[in-house]
């Protein structure tokens, strides 16, 4: 198994984006004295921004029937990553 990097992003987190023009990414920094710092590249911020909001949708889904946050986490990941 990988090890994996996990951070709680909530509404008061501090996000910052910024084009980083000369690698074709974008930087997107959470937090401020510790941050922790995603690269993306310029043909990953589409599908980024997709599946953001394929998973806003099903959040959205859920808060509308009531949920309670109890259930199995829903896996919207297609591509077996």
């Known amino acids: 198994m990988r090890d994996t990097v996990q951070i709680h992003v909530t509404a008061d987190l501090p996000i910052r984006v910024r084009a980083l023009t000369y690698a074709n990414r974008a930087e997107i920094r959470f937090g401020k004295a510790f941050p922790v710092v995603l690269l993306v590249d ?37 591509q077996g990553n």
Do not use: H, M
């Open 42 to 78: 310029s043909d990953a911020i589409a599908v980024l921004g997709r599946e953001l909001a394929e998973v806003q949708a099903v959040l959205n889904a859920a808060a509308a029937r009531g949920k309670d946050g109890d259930e199995v986490p829903t896996d919207t990941d297609k």
